[in-house]
């Protein structure tokens, strides 16, 4: 005890140097944590995502791009598919269950996605009060976004159009909620779910006021009409026949993608090469594709790695030559103990738990400041990407390796220092006074 | 309290010193003189067990010191010998105050009554100087400090180093008087080596090297 109070006394008596090495250490310790707790986090939260999921059924164009806009709503979708064509995929006798998916429109950014009832129990998961969506412009919000934009249910809100906030506002058609999603931590956490009708219809009512308007502006009649805002869910008017048009409209309804589970793994094999086969459309794996986006990320991260073990060996040979240049200048301290009763093994305690002291220190340190950066990030990506990781979630298995090369790394950097202290001759010491 | 027997010591490559017998009982002093290079510091190491003898034996309260293993000898000493040299180190991380307790602490793995060191600091004059630390005192102050370091756990003998070669004649007339007086107190045995002839009035027994 009073061995560990000397070690701990004469760290913070000339501290500069204590100072620095603990610098140095939990800085290797705050970025390896972060390292760690950010790639699991986001591995968990990406293959929790993923469950249930074995295709996705989307337009054309690059597939990671598909299954980051379907699965986690963070992309841009690649495009749309003809919801009657898609149709004839999802009720393919191997498919087990397609849920489709409508995106287009947000409501202060948080996307707007028209689906069907079964999208709510992808995950597992229910209600947490109200009811499902029946009819149009009905939604079930994510439990987050609730809570965030303090929507109850009986709230209206109007959806806004593309991706972001600042988007044409539907005004015509307000969305009233009528159930929140239980919590789970997935992307549905920050989702409005609403039948896909309410997407189409707030298109297509918005289309219709817009083209009365130019039409009583200009008298004139054009054939076709531009669409400004370059929907996703394109729309083709006619002005010829009302009839004639709703025809034509349920024949070129459009949705962006449909999320797909396959019966068997048989099914797996085939279902996706008779739609490459047989259509336009493109079938992605989100398995595949998370994969190569975390063989992406890996890269960098392992470059990382590198980096914080150099800062971390660097950190004990900053610890190494703090005490082996404080020896010259302590052995009238260290003649001083054994000559009051103290024994060697005592000296080298003494140099292996001020090592120690600055490695805890350095930990503590390091995980405190990871913690705290980890809190600040988890905001902006649950914003950015609906992904919320937990700044205090514990992986034992990590820390506990970090602990144990953080302690390792101590007692290596004392060894020689602490030896030295052991051998010190007391005779030689107090003669050369 | 403490006796020696023919007892030698041989560096390498230097003639063998041979050291005359010493005898002294509990409440003895003895005043070692001699000039520099005649031993005065090996005999000093000889005698608290910091150097082995080649031959020879020394007799603690009837233990034989140089018979003892090396970290029995760190125990027996931290026990039964207080040592003042020339130049006191302290532990610079720590007070005054904290200098004796951790002292009191490594001899007997005891923790020390508060008040017992602050009576010693007192009976030296240096209380006002326990919470300070020990590159703040001046020479006079650090001496006073490490004798009463060395008496603070009752040794049985005290062997003190040229206590006064950087002392004027008042303080070292001073620092005399208070060992002499801490011999007859603690009942230790006292040996003091130097070459300061000032001291030689305060001491009965003389020895030259």
Redesign the interface.
């Known amino acids: 005890m009073?061995i560990a109070k000397?070690a701990w006394?004469?760290l913070?008596?000339k501290p500069l140097n204590t100072v620095l090495s603990i610098i140095l250490l939990s800085s290797a310790v705050t970025i390896i944590s972060l390292l760690v707790l950010l790639q699991t986090g986001f591995e968990q939260k990406y293959r929790a995502n993923l469950e249930n999921i074995d295709f996705v059924l989307g337009a054309k164009g690059s597939p990671l791009q598909l299954i980051l806009s379907s699965v986690y709503q963070i992309d841009t979708p690649t495009g749309n598919i003809n919801y009657n064509e898609a149709l004839q995929w999802m009720e393919h006798p191997h498919v087990d269950t397609a849920i489709p998916l409508a995106l287009g429109d947000n409501f202060k950014g948080y996307k707007i996605v028209g689906t069907t009832a079964e999208y709510l129990s992808l995950h597992g998961n229910g209600l947490k009060s109200g009811k499902k969506f029946e009819n149009k412009f009905e939604v079930v919000v994510g439990n987050k976004l609730a809570e965030e934009e303090g929507l109850k249910i009986g709230d209206e809100f109007y959806g806004a159009h593309g991706h972001n906030a600042s988007g044409h506002v539907h005004k015509d058609h307000p969305y009233t909620v009528v159930g929140v999603a239980t919590p789970t931590g997935k992307i549905v956490d920050h989702l409005i779910l609403c039948n896909i009708a309410s997407v189409w219809a707030a298109h297509d009512h918005d289309t219709e006021t817009s083209a009365a308007k130019t039409s009583a502006e200009n008298h004139h009649h054009e054939e076709k009409r531009e669409n400004k805002t370059g929907s996703h869910i394109d729309e083709h008017q006619d002005h010829h026949s009302k009839s004639l048009e709703e025809e034509i409209q349920k024949s070129e309804r459009e949705i962006t993608s449909v999320l797909i589970k396959l019966k068997n793994k048989m099914a797996l094999v085939t279902w996706p090469r008779l739609v490459a086969q047989n259509t336009k459309m493109q079938v992605a794996s989100p398995i595949i594709e998370v994969k190569r986006l975390f063989s992406l990320f890996g890269i960098g991260v392992s470059m990382f790695e590198y980096l914080v073990s150099g800062i971390m060996f660097l950190s004990a040979i900053s610890i190494f030559i703090a005490l082996y240049t404080r020896l010259a200048q302590r052995k009238?301290?260290f003649?001083?103990?054994?000559?009051?009763?103290?024994?060697?093994?005592?000296l080298l305690k003494l140099i292996i738990y001020e090592s120690l002291f600055i490695c805890i220190t350095g930990y503590i340190i390091g995980t405190a400041v990871c913690r705290i950066t980890l809190y600040f990030l988890s905001n902006y990506t649950s914003k950015e990407f609906h992904l919320a990781i937990n700044p205090f979630d514990i992986i034992w298995l990590q820390e506990l390796l970090l602990i144990g090369v953080t302690l390792i790394l101590g007692i290596l950097a004392a060894i020689i220092p602490a030896i030295k202290a052991y051998n010190i001759n007391?005779?030689k010491t107090?003669?050369h006074? | 309290m403490i006796q020696t027997k023919r007892i030698s010591y041989k560096y390498p490559k230097q003639e063998e010193l041979v050291f005359k017998d010493i005898s002294l009982s509990a409440s003895q002093a003895l005043l070692i003189s001699g000039e520099s290079g005649s031993g005065k510091?090996t005999l000093l190491?000889l005698l608290?067990g910091?150097?082995k003898p080649k031959s020879g034996k020394i007799l603690i309260d009837n233990t034989e010191l140089s018979r003892l293993k090396?970290?029995q000898t760190?125990?027996y000493?931290?026990?039964n010998i207080g040592?003042v040299?020339?130049?006191p180190?302290?532990?610079?991380?720590?007070s005054v105050f904290?200098n004796i307790e951790?002292?009191y602490?490594?001899?007997?793995r005891k923790k020390v009554p508060k008040q017992e060191i602050f009576n010693i600091l007192v009976q030296l004059d240096i209380a006002e100087q326990a919470n300070k630390f020990p590159r703040n005192l001046s020479t006079g102050q650090r001496q006073r400090a490490a004798i009463a370091r060395a008496i603070i756990n009752n040794p049985k003998v005290l062997l003190v180093d040229e206590p006064t070669s950087s002392l004027d004649n008042k303080n070292s007339h001073k620092v005399a008087g208070l060992l002499l007086e801490s011999v007859h107190e603690l009942e230790t045995s006292l040996i003091v080596v130097t070459h300061d002839d000032r001291l030689k009035k305060h001491f009965n027994n003389h020895m030259e090297l």
């Open positions: 009073t000397l006394k004469t913070w008596f009238h301290e003649a001083l103990m054994r000559i009051s009763g103290g024994n060697r093994y005592q007391i005779s107090l003669s006074e | 510091s190491h608290s910091i150097l090396e970290y760190d125990r000493r931290g026990k040592i040299f020339q130049k180190a302290f532990i610079e991380s720590f904290g951790f002292h602490w490594l001899a007997t």
